[in-house]
């Protein structure tokens, strides 16, 4: 997911313009920032790419989702769906906002498996948050369907994910809500940031508010500004946005290197009959930031991810056994290991969560993931690709 690799002139250019009138707020100053409004171009160029009605920048991909999340009114004691297999700012946008994360297994999209999403689902469920890990997604279509059923809040977490599509609809933008990243290890980055995209007026009046201390955006005197309900400050500043404007023009360029580089190691991985590749659903496009794969068993995933790294084959990752992504290794949130008191509807909802999830386990046991990166040259592909196939070759 390598926006960094391709900081250039572009970006300088784009943070010179900032520079250049010192203007480094998204509000105010008008009459010093020559016209420059670089979070709120970057909000409609985002929009406009993902055929969304509203785009909202903010700090980070976790302010998105608790943006995300309080704009669609979600607080405290209402319970979020999310999978077990994500980055560790899912529940953190939860716990943020009051809410209490429950998880739920995942399948072999590696996502949300939308038949555990049903069986988790209470009387104080408000959303299903599906995470499109590592370039691809779930089956939004049938967790729609469920949402639409039970009345409950769709809401994608799309940051390792942008520029896919499913349905012929862009990732982020087939839910009620979607969230992105852009960190300085996503698809691509403004160093730090985030983005909430929704076709919602009232999320997207709410979200404006919300990031800005709940200020209500009239008239042209800040300090005059009165505040409808509580917000916080999830700001993004104009010297981030300034790097994603030129970042998001890349975007089709970084993903078709990808997808040409992800075909490439594909189709030399398919001749080893033991490997099968994750499940992509129906009408669904990657955005090829990864390659994931599953091998037989555990015990030959361990050996097959040792054998690539000792082959050279590098950024290849065995998730079962990560700190940030799975939640075999989250022991601060399962024994609730937090600086201060949590509510009580969180000590108590965050019990349920205190159990194992075998489904989880044999799709995560067997699983490897390897990192796509826009820099390689063809030749490294193919000698990569070869690689990989002779490393996996030497354990099974
Ligand atoms: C990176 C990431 C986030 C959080 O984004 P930050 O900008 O690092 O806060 C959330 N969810 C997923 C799946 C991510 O990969």
């Not at 704009?71 to 560790?88: K, L, Q, R, W, Y």
């Amino acid at each position: 997911m390598p926006g960094f690799e391709l900081f250039g002139i572009e970006e300088k250019k784009e943070v010179q313009d900032v520079l250049d009138n010192g203007v480094l707020m998204r509000y105010g100053f008008d009459g010093m920032r020559n016209g420059h409004y670089k979070a709120l171009q970057l909000e409609r160029d985002l929009a406009s790419k993902m055929g969304a009605k509203h785009a909202q920048v903010v700090s980070s991909g976790t302010a998105a989702l608790s943006v995300a999340l309080a704009s669609a009114g979600v607080g405290a004691g209402d319970e979020v769906i999310m999978p077990t297999f994500t980055f560790v700012a899912s529940f953190e946008s939860i716990l943020a906002i009051g809410a209490v994360p429950v998880l739920c297994d995942i399948d072999a999209t590696l996502t949300l498996d939308p038949k555990a999403a049903e069986a988790a689902i209470t009387p104080k469920t408000k959303v299903i948050m599906p995470v499109h890990m590592c370039g691809s997604m779930a089956d939004l279509k049938a967790l729609k369907n469920i949402c639409d059923t039970h009345n409950l809040i769709l809401l994608e977490d799309a940051c390792q994910a942008i520029g896919g599509s499913f349905d012929g609809i862009s990732l982020g933008n087939y839910g009620h809500l979607g969230c992105f990243s852009f960190d300085y290890v996503k698809t691509i980055t403004c160093g730090e940031g985030g983005a909430v995209i929704t076709n919602s007026d009232t999320y997207a009046a709410n979200a404006d508010k919300y990031q800005d201390h709940g200020h209500d955006h009239v008239g042209t005197d800040r300090g005059a500004e009165s505040h409808p309900f509580l917000g916080y400050n999830y700001r993004l500043s104009e010297m981030n946005a300034a790097v994603g404007i030129a970042q998001l023009k890349k975007m089709d360029t970084i993903i078709s290197i990808q997808q040409k580089y992800y075909n490439r190691i594909r189709t030399e991985l398919s001749n080893i009959n033991d490997i099968s590749f994750r499940v992509v659903p129906e009408t669904g496009i990657e955005n090829y930031s990864f390659i994931s794969f599953f091998l037989p068993t555990e015990d030959l995933a361990r050996k097959a991810h040792k054998a690539l790294g000792t082959h050279g084959v590098d950024a290849c990752f065995y998730w079962f056994d990560n700190n940030w992504h799975y939640y075999k290794k989250w022991e601060h949130l399962m024994n609730q290991h937090s600086l201060g008191k949590l509510s009580n509807e969180i000590q108590k909802g965050l019990q349920a969560n205190q159990r194992s999830f075998p489904a989880s386990d044999s799709w995560m046991g067997r699983t490897i993931s390897c990192l796509i990166k826009v820099g390689w040259t063809e030749d490294e592909v193919n000698e990569r690709a070869e690689k990989m196939a002779t490393a996996i070759r030497s354990v099974i």
